[in-house]
């Protein structure tokens, strides 16, 4: 691999501001495409980036033993990358114990002509008609453009749009009533610096759906010779009924074939959707690389070992979605959302004359943008029409009452 975001110097750097105290990273002369920091508690040395990275690739200098003494972690070494083989000499101590900790998705598209002849390949003729339609159908009610930010870029632009892509995530995830660890202050705020300088070296790229001027829909990625890693994805919930996420992918492999990309990978997180666009199941794998002559570098690499099975056994049985769940709910993650549709009532109007009971309200205003534009745009996707045409109006006695209007067609909603 020629050219690894990852192990980037701008990576590098910035990662160790914001983790590692801004202190310079090591180089080591038997190991080549990877850098280092030690970390005290267990005198460890743990790649640059740790488990932020989405791939790392090195190679190993069996001549030089500068490892003597010493363990070494590293994080996220995809099975699929063309690493050659672990074969010391006979004569070295060096030793190396791989753990697998995450299944890796992707799409594989250098045997097809174009982003359609793959997806012809993944789905049926069912699936593509409604992937279409789905497009036509959001595009037809609201004014849809689509923006890929890979080089140049102004920076009150940027900020702009990555609150925006924070706002979409807490949505997203506040919808999901989970924690979500990328959202901490540390990690985000590493983010809002990385990514813009990524972005102008073209080693990052975020692709933008927007209604007007508002993003629906960002993809976080990152760019490493032919392949495309996508990092962070989110799409407004309220929008669901269009499933934007996947007219997200294909404007992906559209971008990956008009550039001569010859993988877009979804990296780690089994998700169905990765199955479906997928074309290739891949490993993760821990290496740790220690000293077989030193009792402490055994000893290290053996607690390593057990420390991550361990956690590897604790995901396969969920509990990591217990934690982020309970995490949600101690940071004080609000439930208001979700109990709104607790007990909704829909009801079909063959025709709808407006009373003095109604007054026409802002579906998006800030009393009301929690939960109905979601109601607006489900309306909207079975009923298709420019979303300007739509008026809502909120009955005067019973504030749970709404009436949806279209050109053509209505819907009363009462919340329970």
Request: charged fraction near 25%; hydrophobic fraction near 30%.
């Amino acid at each position: 691999m020629k050219t690894n975001p990852f192990t980037s110097s701008t990576f590098e750097t910035i990662w160790s501001t914001h983790f590692n105290h801004g202190k310079k990273p090591l180089s080591l002369d038997f190991i080549c495409g990877v850098r280092f920091i030690k970390r005290s508690s267990l005198g460890v040395y743990e790649n640059v980036g740790e488990n932020l990275t989405k791939g790392i690739y090195y190679e190993i200098d069996y001549t030089k033993e500068d490892y003597k003494g010493k363990t070494f972690l590293i994080y996220d070494v995809p099975s699929y990358y063309e690493m050659e083989a672990f074969k010391p000499p006979s004569n070295s101590s060096l030793q190396l114990k791989t753990i697998f900790q995450y299944n890796g998705f992707l799409m594989d598209i250098s045997s097809y002509s174009n982003h359609e002849d793959y997806i012809n390949s993944q789905f049926s003729s069912k699936n593509r008609r409604e992937f279409r339609s789905n497009q036509r159908r959001l595009e037809q009610c609201f004014n849809i453009s689509y923006d890929f930010i890979h080089g140049d870029v102004e920076q009150d632009d940027f900020d702009l749009l990555f609150q925006q892509f924070h706002d979409l995530l807490s949505k997203r995830f506040e919808d999901k009533q989970t924690n979500y660890h990328h959202l901490s202050p540390d990690k985000w705020n590493y983010y809002n610096e990385l990514v813009i300088e990524m972005i102008k070296e073209k080693k990052a790229s975020l692709l933008v759906i927007y209604n007007d001027k508002t993003p629906i829909a960002i993809t976080l990625n990152f760019h490493a010779d032919d392949i495309l890693y996508e990092a962070i994805t989110v799409f407004d919930p309220d929008y669901y009924k269009f499933s934007i996420g996947k007219t997200s992918i294909i404007k992906l492999l559209e971008w990956c074939f008009e550039n001569d990309y010859r993988i877009s990978d979804f990296s780690k997180g089994d998700f169905d959707y990765k199955h479906k666009w997928g074309n290739l199941k891949y490993d993760f794998h821990y290496h740790i690389l220690y000293d077989s002559k030193s009792i402490k570098s055994r000893f290290k690499a053996s607690y390593l070992a057990l420390f991550y099975k361990t956690k590897l056994y604790l995901r396969e049985k969920n509990y990591n979605e217990v934690y982020r769940k309970l995490m949600f709910k101690i940071k004080g993650g609000s439930q208001e959302h979700i109990d709104l549709f607790k007990n909704i009532k829909f009801e079909k109007l063959d025709h709808f004359e407006v009373n003095d009971s109604y007054k026409a309200i802002g579906y998006t205003d800030k009393e009301y943008s929690d939960y109905l534009p979601q109601c607006v745009y489900t309306f909207l996707f079975a009923n298709p029409e420019p979303n300007q045409n739509i008026k809502v109006y909120q009955h005067q006695a019973n504030k749970k009452e709404f009436v949806i209007v279209g050109s053509k067609k209505a819907q009363k909603i009462i919340f329970g």
